[in-house]
């Protein structure tokens, strides 16, 4: 932002003060921004490419020793640690930082600064201290430059012995002392670049006089959305050029928005500052819906009443009727959470520089908006331009679509460009469009072609798309992506063969039929279509049965002509009944020790019609209720069901026999010698330890081990004729070891 009095060589000076104001390189533990490199500088950089310099003496430039300088002019500050930037950084902004091994007085603040005066490589040698070059520059400092090109082990030496100098002579003679070096070029570029972050919004001030209304008209062009205009300083500046630079903006059909550079360190001065700014709006014919921001950077704000001052400033300012208030600030500023919480983060335009900013590489997405770069160029002007992304409409009013409902899911699914009939893009900050950071389309989709992720949310936007939040399996990417790019992936397969038919439920569902696999697991699968209902009720044979990652099952399925073959979801298909026996005797329903969970149906077997497609466990509210069994019938799915009617005639449904004990009717004592028989290999009976064949859970499973006993001698001790219409013989082996239930007709008399 633009302080605009002091010296020529930085863009961004005060319009008051005389003090050089500087800008501070970082490592990233302390930018609060886990993606940023290891060293980036968070504020501005020169917009001249001549740095200007401050010192290190807190007693000559009152700058407190955890100060972090402003972000308005083009030196970096080099405070407490500093590493030697390599050649792969020549596109980075000018600073470095160096290990501060000492300090030169506990009451002074040492700010190593790394400018841009230094041009020129040497060649790698080590000077001496004390033989090491310096001059007073224009500021009355003693500077040393330290040149560029040099390894990082013979940077570090210079560094070090430049600092044991320079301390010596601040000791000696009481002259602030600064250190310069070149570390790369500044990193200019053209708003346009799509490399990098979206140009939603240019600030100027008077420096940028220069501007013409084709300027502004090209920034339009370019797809800038609003400039922001510097009105006022302190309480006696005013941008000269703020009208005309305010009606250039408006012809282009730019957004106007304003700033006040602010100066005040107490409530009064606040209250000034403000009276100051809102007459200057007044006389501009400004209306009190523009967004007018407090720019809170520079020292002489400093105070531990800070968020008091700003308050009492907002607080006069509305009285103007000036009420859509935000804050720009930057990441090292000394109270910047005070500011900020006084409008909040979403009304925050947050300051801080990479050295490359990039569109793949978003900082401060926390806030409204981000300044990410002075040294914007615009073609057909001849300075820079401070540039910012909007991330939440802070700067440009821009209407993103909205999330207008999420749901959580959990199931795998694979990404997709549909054999390149799409182009989809994958977004880091949430759904396509719905931000700033979102706004820009891409098509990297593509490079990732088939890869499997676990889809964790499902959002919907208000444009009608809807976008899932994925994870790929190896955790180590999550983006947004739109559910048209993804497909369904299947989890298991099983090999079938049974006959059903297919029904559109009595017109409920619209499944469709899809011939190269199930639905939405290819691009050629991916279509909807409801042509089930072309063949209602028409019978298949099924071969095969999948679960997919959407829950769902699918079926492959023949016609019983050969002619057709699909793939359907198998809620589109009901059993066929196979055949019907008529039956008549009483018995109970059982869950069979709570190891079943069958369902009663009022209209027929399960699965067998649209009535009967939900499945129940209604049976375990009738545990060891008396019924008689009128009806049998075996269904396609490979399961038998009986029609039962409640002993007092009020209920009749249709259960799974599986969950019928048989009634044992009468029972004989006998007592003769019989033989264990399979009747020549005609009958599979077999043998139980606690009854007749089911008559209870412990007797229902069927078996046939009659056939390992073949012709083996027992004595009959009993006879029970049970409610299935069949009797049961209660046999013991000859040797007393075995006793056993047997269907009488797998005895032999002897």
Known sequence: MASEATAATSSNNSDNSSASIT???TAASATNDPTAPSSTISEAATDTQTSTASNWDSTTTNIDSDATPSMAT????????????????????????????????????EQYIAGERSNTSAAEYIPVVGSISSYINDQGQNEYDIPTGLSDDVLAQWIANVKEQATTDYNNTGVAQVITMKDASVDTWTIGDSSRPTVDAVDISSYQSGLTQANFNRLKSLGVKTVIV??????NYTNPYARSQIQMARNAGLTVEVYHYAKFATAIAAANEARHLGNVMRSLGLGGNIRVFADMEDRSTYSSNIAANLNKFWSVLSSYGYTNHGVYTYVSYKYRDAVIRTVGASKTWMAQYPYSPSSNNLWNTGYGAWQFSSTAMLPGYSGYLDVSVDYDNLLTGKSYATITSTTSVNYKAKISTQDGTRNDGLYVYGPYDTSAATAKPNSTVSRYENWEVNVSLISKTSNGVSYAKVTSLDGKHTWWVDTRALSYVIISTQQVNKLA???????????????YGPYDTSATTKTPNSTV????????????????????????????????????????????????????????????????????YL??????????????????????WGVTVSLIEKTSGGASYAKVTSLDGKHTWWVDTRALNNVILSTTTVNYTATLSTRNGTRNDGLYLYGPYNTSATTKVPNSTVSRYENWGVIVGKIEKTSSGFSYAEVTSLDGKHTWWVDVRALMSV
Not at 81 to 102: G, K, P
Not at 230 to 235: G, M, R, V, Y
Not at 542 to 564: P, Q, R, W
């Open 74 to 109: 083009g030196s970096a500050s080099l405070a407490n640690s500093v590493t030697s930037q390599t050649t792969a950084q020549a596109n980075s902004a000018t600073s470095t930082t160096v290990d501060d091994q000492s300090k030169l007085h506990n009451s002074d603040a």
């Open 603 to 624: 209209d027929g077997p399960y699965n067998t019609n649209a009535a009967t497609k939900m499945p129940n466990s209604t049976v375990s509210r009738y545990e060891n």
């Open 23 to 25: 800008a501070t390189s």
């Open 533 to 600: 209902s072309r063949y209602d009720n028409l019978k298949v044979t099924i071969s095969m049965i999948v679960n997919a990652s959407n829950g769902a099952s699918y079926a492959k399925v023949t016609s019983l002509d050969g002619k057709h073959t699909w793939w359907v979801d198998t809620q589109a298909l009901n059993d066929i009944i196979l055949n019907t026996t008529s039956v008549k005797y009483v018995t109970t329903m059982s869950t069979q020790n709570g190891t079943r969970n069958d369902g009663l």
């Open 501 to 515: 038919m297919m029904s559109t439920q009595n017109g409920t569902r619209n499944d469709g039929l899809y011939l």
């Open 230 to 235: 510097k009105l006022t300083e302190n309480t």
